[in-house]
């Protein structure tokens, strides 16, 4: 039977992994974007030899109707991976109204609103994943990105709620809180910057997004059949 999940933010690092693990375990795949189209040809070419089905879906999930567009292209839906972010860095009182609307809007109300729309094609067949990829600001937080901390933080508690909601739907809703990982956030950092880091972090490294999509796996998989409601955290041992 086929499997098809859809993954926002699909042009990312995280985002590029999991579409890679996903098409790889035979799932076809609806992959969002919003600017980054030379980098998600490039994942169709990679995603080639799998081949599934993948179907491109370009929409800005910052503006208040983004969502509205990749609804209206998804049939049929078995998982769905919330990938999509964006970081703010700054002081609080240096933050703009349309900076902090702009990181709600991806993080929270359009995820939120994605899931709402979509959640009755799960719903229908009574089975399904919702995964979240959160962060580790979100369970502790940081200085200079309060704004960002709060978005993943409200994220979180999407994922507790919702998975009370539709548990006797048979649809699990999890999140994953990955540490520092090497993507492109990582690359306003200065390397003495990332070697201070490292220090910080118990296993003395930054993680991959390949292991950031073994975790996405493994919540879609039958092993995971008992878990809901939870934060995986993939980080090193930094936050425990």
Not at 21 to 35: D, P, T
């Amino acid at each position: 039977m086929k499997k098809y999940a859809l993954i926002t933010g699909a042009s990312g690092g995280i985002g590029q992994a999991v579409a890679l693990k996903l098409a790889a375990e035979g799932y076809h795949l609806y992959l969002h974007y919003n600017q980054n189209e030379k980098i998600i040809s490039e994942l169709l070419e990679k995603l080639a030899p799998f081949g599934g089905e993948y179907a491109v879906i370009c929409a800005d999930l910052a503006k208040p109707e983004g969502y509205k567009k990749v609804c209206e292209q998804i049939f049929s839906l078995d998982e769905i991976i919330h990938c999509s972010g964006n970081s703010q860095y700054g002081l609080l009182v240096d933050l703009a109204l349309e900076e902090a609307e702009s990181l709600m809007h991806v993080h929270v109300i359009s995820p939120l609103m994605l899931t709402k729309e979509l959640l009755p094609k799960l719903l229908k067949k009574r089975t399904g994943n919702i995964i979240v990829i959160t962060s580790i600001w979100g369970q502790t937080g940081a200085a200079c990105e309060v704004a960002y901390s709060a978005a993943k933080g409200a994220q979180i508690a999407f994922v507790k709620a919702l998975s009370k909601e539709v548990a006797l739907s048979g649809i699990r809703v999890n999140a994953i809180a990955p540490g520092a990982v090497e993507t492109v956030m990582m690359s306003q950092f200065t390397d003495e910057e990332k070697e201070t880091l490292q220090y910080e972090i118990p296993m003395g490294r930054i993680g991959y997004p390949e292991e950031i999509a073994n975790g996405v796996k493994f919540l879609l998989s039958n092993e995971s059949s008992y878990i809901t409601g939870q934060v995986l955290s993939i980080n090193g041992g930094w936050y425990t």
